[in-house]
């Protein structure tokens, strides 16, 4: 079936980075281009960014551009996404998420299950 | 960027009654590039509706989705206790995507 296996939680001091990874399985991986959302504890929805598996171009939301990178690794299905830079606002479940529409411009059908990123010092 | 607003933030209501959730946004949403998801405790985010009114895959008629350039709505007929949970309307057509803040449907 159609899934997508993220790494497990992470706990960064301020000033760290951390690289998140996404396992894509059930599906031709470079047919699918990827997001990248995160939640803050108790609050919405906040997208990051998006990769094209196929060529690994990406566009990223302004608010983190120059800290995100999103990369990927077609020998094992897998798109990362690294954040630098942390703060404690960085503090939230990140999440892979499907873009179903073959391009850069569909919903979100397929969710990884959630990777905590909780920085602390 | 598009900003959406939902509303209303919580929804109390009973299994068996209608919901109906508004998402507005600041600017039209181009070709209806408009969508739904259910989000339920310690889960993930679920596709329910894109393209404004198109069901994902496997979600039942009692949900439908209405609207088009700046006002779209979410309607739940007949609720069921697993539908209680929050809401979150997503336009798609330009970047950055952005969410609207939810809406809680609880008992």
Known sequence: ?121 | EIVLTQSPGTLSLSPGERATLSCRASQSVSSTYLAWYQQKPGQAPSLLIYGASSRATGIPDRFSGSGSATDFTLTINRLEPADFAVYYCQQYGSSPRTFGQGTILEI
């Open chain 1, 1 to 121: 079936q159609v899934q997508l296996v993220q790494s497990g939680a992470e706990v960064k001091k301020p000033g760290a980075s951390v690289k998140v990874s996404c396992k894509a399985s059930g599906y031709i991986f470079t047919s699918y281009y990827m997001h990248w959302v995160r939640q803050a504890p108790g609050q919405g929805l906040e997208w990051m960014g998006i990769i094209n598996p196929s060529i690994g171009s990406t566009t990223y939301a302004q608010k983190f551009q120059g800290r995100v990178t999103m990369t990927r690794d077609k020998s094992t299905n897998t798109v990362y996404m690294e954040l630098s830079s942390l703060r404690s606002e960085d503090t939230a479940m990140y999440y892979c998420a499907r873009d179903r529409s073959g391009s850069d411009s569909g919903a979100f059908d397929i969710w990884g299950q959630g990777t905590m990123v909780t920085v602390s010092s």
